[in-house]
Antibody, heavy 115, light 107 residues
Framework: QVQLMESGPGLVQPSETLSLTCTVS????????VHWVRQPPGKGLEWMGV???????DYNSALKSRLSISRDTSKNQVFLKMNSLQSEDTTTYYC?????????WGQGVMVTVSS | DVVLTQSPATLSVTPGERISLSCRAS??????LHWYQQKPNESPRLLIK???QSISGIPSRFSGSGSGTDFTLSINGVELEDLSIYYC?????????FGAGTKLELK
């Protein structure tokens, strides 16, 4: 069955770089798009960016200067890297499969930015 | 960017009643408007795709309507398990955007 699972550090120091991994199963990264979406505690959902099935990427313009999304199709993994983290980046990060709509989501990983 | 405005922000409900939630887009998104339910400490769950298409496994009391800029999610006979936050999302153009959500609470 389709599954997505985010992994990464729960705590990141301010100004450092966040690295997250989304490991997928039950589908191919070359057939489906995978997005990153984040949600601050008690707040709404923010789209961050996408790894298209063809291998290209698009980013939220508000994050574009700090964000990079890549993948390893042999490992069924999509990666997120975001630098210069600040307290406002304390949030839950989700990866989600998209076919015009987000039909499967990971469980999310909570990341706290703090010294 | 397409701004999605959801109303009301909070809705107090009584089990069994029929309710409607609104999502208005700042420009036309055709029918590329989808609805999600999110319960505390859970990931969002797809409820309705393309404004009105049902999703396998989702109770039939959930339905959607609309096109262009005005959309509605209806719940026909609210149940206690429906007390959640509901988000709309447009997939018509990048950046994909979400509404701020409508929270259903018990009256």
């Amino acid at each position: 069955q389709v599954q997505l699972m985010e992994s990464g550090p729960g705590l990141v120091q301010p100004s450092e770089t966040l690295s997250l991994t989304c490991t997928v199963s039950g589908f191919s990264l070359t057939s489906y798009n995978v997005h990153w979406v984040r949600q601050p505690p008690g707040k709404g959902l923010e789209w961050m960016g996408v790894m298209w099935s063809g291998g290209s990427t698009d980013y939220n313009s508000a994050l574009k200067s700090r964000l990079s999304i890549s993948r390893d199709t042999s490992k069924n993994q999509v990666f997120l890297k975001m630098n210069s983290l600040q307290s406002e980046d304390t949030t839950t990060y989700y990866c989600a499969r998209e076919t015009w709509y987000f039909d499967y989501w990971g469980q999310g990983v909570m990341v706290t930015v703090s010294s | 960017d397409v701004v999605l405005t959801q109303s009301p922000a909070t809705l107090s409900v009584t089990p069994g009643e029929r309710i409607s939630l609104s999502c208005r887009a700042s420009e036309s998104v055709d029918t590329y408007l989808h609805w999600y339910q999110q319960k505390p400490n859970e990931s969002p769950r797809l409820l309705i795709k393309y404004a009105s298409q049902s999703i396998s496994g989702i109770p039939s009391r959930f339905s959607g309507s609309g096109s262009g800029t005005d959309f509605t999610l209806s719940i026909n006979g609210v149940e206690l398990e429906d007390l959640s936050i509901y988000y709309c999302q447009q997939g018509n153009s990048l950046p994909y955007t979400f509404g701020a959500g409508t929270k259903l609470e018990l009256k």
